[in-house]
C-alpha cells in the first residue's frame, strides 16, 4: 500500500488535461536563462548584474587571491556562462506607461512551467537568472499561487525596462567604472567597518548601504542611507575649480540612516561616531541640525512583535565633487586591492589614492570585477 506521501506525489486526471493542454497551446515553447552576478560599485554602492562568465571568484566576497590578476592583462573568459533551457508556456500583456520623463512599455512576463524550476530556487541573493525569448529579456519576482493536484507552476515578473537594461553587463567594457551618484552617499559609505586609531575614538561596525539597494534577505544589524533628492541645495553661488580644473560646489542636504537590530546603546554610538567623524573630518561634511535617535513601528503580525528598527536624520552641508577623489574603495561583493604586477601585497591604508578609471593604465582595476 502506498504511503500518504508517495500518493501524493500521483498525477491527478487534472495534472494530465492541464499539461496537455499546456504543451498544445505553447507548442513545445522553451526559455533560455543565464545566470549573472550581483556587482557593486565601491564609490557608491550602485548594483549592477554582471554575466557570470566575466566575473571571477576574486570577485566574491572575501574570497579574493593576491597577485591573480597581473595589471594590464587582457581580458579572457575561463568558461562560458552558466545557462539552463525550461520548457514551459511563456506569455505576457503590455501596457504603455506614459510619464513625464519618459515613454516606454511594461511586459508583464508568465512563464507556467510542468514542474517547479529548482535552479531559480538554489541561487543566493547575489545571483540572477536572466530569462530570453526572442526581444524580451526578464527575470522573475515572483511565484504565482497554485494547486498541488494541478501540476503547473507560474512564475511572474516584468521584462527589463529600457532604462534599467544597462544595469545588466553582457560585455566588460559596459560596466560603468566611475562614480554615478552626485550626492554625498560615497562620504556615507566610506564609514563602513571603520576602526579608529585612538581608543577614546568612536569606530563603526554598522554596515551602510544605498536605500533600495540592501541585499536580499539581509540579518541585521544593518543601516539603510536616504538623501532625499529634494533637500540637496547649493549654498553658494556658483561653483569653484582648483588648478587641476577639479569642480567644487559647497550644497546642503538631508540624510536619513535607517537602522536595524540595534538597541539603544548601539545607536546612540553610531549617532556619536558621526558626529565625531565630522568634527575629524571637516573636509567631508558638517552637521548643521542636531540628530536625535527615533524608534520606528513595524511589525510581524503572525508574530505579534516588533522589529528592532530606528531612524536618526542629520542635515549636513558637503562639497559636491568628484567624490572617487576621497571614497575609500570598499564595495560589498569585491573588495579590491591594488599591487603592481610581480609585486607583494601592500600595507592596508585607510584612504584609497586617487584614480583615473578612463586612463588605461588603471585597467588593472577594472580586472578585480571581471575574469582574467
Same mark, same amino acid.
Given at each position: 500500500?502506498?504511503?500518504?506521501?508517495?500518493?501524493?506525489? =500521483?498525477?491527478?486526471?487534472?495534472?494530465?488535461?492541464?499539461?496537455?493542454? %499546456?504543451?498544445?497551446?505553447? %507548442?513545445?515553447?522553451?526559455?533560455?536563462?543565464?545566470?549573472?552576478?550581483? =556587482?557593486?560599485?565601491?564609490?557608491?554602492?550602485?548594483?549592477?548584474?554582471?554575466?557570470?562568465?566575466?566575473?571571477? !571568484?576574486?570577485?566574491?566576497?572575501?574570497?579574493?587571491?593576491?597577485?591573480?590578476?597581473?595589471?594590464?592583462?587582457?581580458?579572457?573568459?575561463?568558461?562560458?556562462?552558466?545557462?539552463?533551457?525550461?520548457?514551459?508556456?511563456?506569455?505576457?500583456?503590455?501596457?504603455?506607461?506614459? &510619464?513625464?520623463?519618459?515613454?516606454?512599455?511594461?511586459?508583464?512576463?508568465?512563464?507556467?512551467?510542468?514542474? +517547479?524550476?529548482? !535552479?531559480?530556487?538554489?541561487?543566493?541573493?547575489?545571483?540572477?537568472?536572466?530569462?530570453?525569448?526572442?526581444?524580451?529579456?526578464?527575470?522573475?519576482?515572483?511565484?504565482?499561487?497554485?494547486?498541488?493536484?494541478?501540476?503547473?507552476?507560474?512564475? %511572474?515578473?516584468?521584462?527589463?525596462?529600457?532604462?534599467?537594461?544597462?544595469?545588466?553587463?553582457?560585455?566588460?567594457?559596459?560596466?560603468?567604472?566611475?562614480?554615478? =551618484?552626485?550626492?554625498?552617499?560615497?562620504?556615507?559609505?566610506?564609514?563602513?567597518?571603520?576602526?579608529?586609531?585612538?581608543?577614546?575614538?568612536?569606530?563603526?561596525?554598522?554596515?551602510?548601504?544605498?536605500?533600495?539597494?540592501?541585499?536580499?534577505?539581509?540579518?541585521?544589524?544593518?543601516?539603510?542611507?536616504?538623501?532625499?533628492?529634494?533637500?540637496?541645495?547649493?549654498?553658494?553661488?556658483?561653483?569653484?575649480?582648483?588648478?587641476?580644473?577639479?569642480?567644487?560646489?559647497?550644497? !546642503?542636504?538631508?540624510? &536619513?540612516?535607517?537602522?536595524?537590530?540595534?538597541?539603544?546603546?548601539?545607536?546612540?554610538?553610531?549617532?556619536?561616531? =558621526?558626529?565625531?567623524?565630522?568634527?575629524?573630518?571637516?573636509?567631508?561634511?558638517?552637521?548643521?541640525?542636531?540628530?536625535?535617535? !527615533?524608534?520606528?513601528?513595524?511589525?510581524?503580525?503572525?508574530?505579534?512583535?516588533?522589529?528592532?528598527?530606528?531612524?536618526?536624520?542629520?542635515?549636513?552641508?558637503?562639497?559636491?565633487?568628484?567624490?572617487?577623489?576621497?571614497?575609500?574603495?570598499?564595495?560589498?561583493?569585491?573588495?579590491?586591492?591594488?599591487?603592481?604586477?610581480?609585486?607583494? +601585497?601592500?600595507?592596508?591604508?585607510?584612504?584609497?589614492?586617487?584614480?583615473?578609471?578612463?586612463?588605461?593604465?588603471?585597467?588593472?582595476?577594472?580586472?578585480?570585477?571581471?575574469?582574467?
Amino acid at each position: 500500500m502506498p504511503s500518504l506521501d508517495e500518493g501524493a506525489d =500521483v498525477a491527478s486526471p487534472l495534472d494530465a488535461a492541464l499539461k496537455q493542454g %499546456e504543451r498544445a497551446i505553447s %507548442e513545445q515553447q522553451e526559455v533560455c536563462f543565464t545566470l549573472y552576478v550581483r =556587482v557593486a560599485l565601491p564609490l557608491d554602492g550602485y548594483v549592477f548584474w554582471v554575466k557570470s562568465d566575466l566575473v571571477s !571568484k576574486s570577485t566574491l566576497f572575501n574570497v579574493m587571491g593576491f597577485n591573480e590578476v597581473p595589471l594590464n592583462t587582457p581580458q579572457t573568459l575561463a568558461a562560458p556562462a552558466s545557462t539552463f533551457t525550461q520548457r514551459g508556456s511563456l506569455h505576457y500583456a503590455s501596457r504603455r506607461d506614459q &510619464r513625464e520623463d519618459q515613454n516606454f512599455s511594461v511586459n508583464r512576463m508568465v512563464f507556467t512551467s510542468e514542474g +517547479p524550476i529548482e !535552479k531559480l530556487n538554489q541561487v543566493g541573493p547575489n545571483q540572477l537568472w536572466i530569462g530570453r525569448y526572442k526581444d524580451l529579456t526578464f527575470a522573475f519576482g515572483s511565484h504565482g499561487l497554485l494547486y498541488r493536484a494541478a501540476g503547473l507552476w507560474h512564475y %511572474e515578473g516584468d521584462a527589463v525596462y529600457p532604462d534599467t537594461a544597462i544595469q545588466l553587463v553582457d560585455e566588460l567594457s559596459d560596466l560603468q567604472t566611475k562614480q554615478i =551618484v552626485s550626492n554625498s552617499l560615497p562620504l556615507w559609505l566610506k564609514m563602513n567597518y571603520y576602526t579608529p586609531a585612538f581608543y577614546e575614538a568612536f569606530g563603526n561596525d554598522i554596515p551602510l548601504y544605498p536605500a533600495f539597494l540592501v541585499p536580499a534577505n539581509l540579518t541585521p544589524p544593518w543601516g539603510s542611507v536616504f538623501i532625499s533628492p529634494e533637500t540637496t541645495e547649493a549654498l553658494a553661488s556658483a561653483p569653484s575649480f582648483d588648478s587641476q580644473m577639479n569642480r567644487w560646489q559647497i550644497c !546642503k542636504e538631508t540624510v &536619513r540612516i535607517t537602522l536595524f537590530g540595534l538597541n539603544n546603546d548601539a545607536a546612540l554610538d553610531f549617532a556619536d561616531f =558621526v558626529q565625531q567623524w565630522a568634527e575629524n573630518n571637516p573636509d567631508d561634511f558638517g552637521i548643521m541640525n542636531m540628530p536625535v535617535i !527615533k524608534d520606528l513601528h513595524r511589525v510581524q503580525t503572525e508574530l505579534g512583535v516588533i522589529v528592532q528598527k530606528k531612524e536618526i536624520v542629520f542635515e549636513i552641508n558637503y562639497f559636491q565633487q568628484r567624490m572617487n577623489q576621497i571614497a575609500r574603495a570598499l564595495i560589498e561583493e569585491c573588495i579590491p586591492e591594488f599591487f603592481p604586477s610581480g609585486a607583494g +601585497p601592500i600595507p592596508p591604508i585607510v584612504e584609497q589614492p586617487s584614480l583615473d578609471f578612463s586612463d588605461p593604465d588603471n585597467s588593472g582595476y577594472l580586472a578585480v570585477f571581471a575574469g582574467v
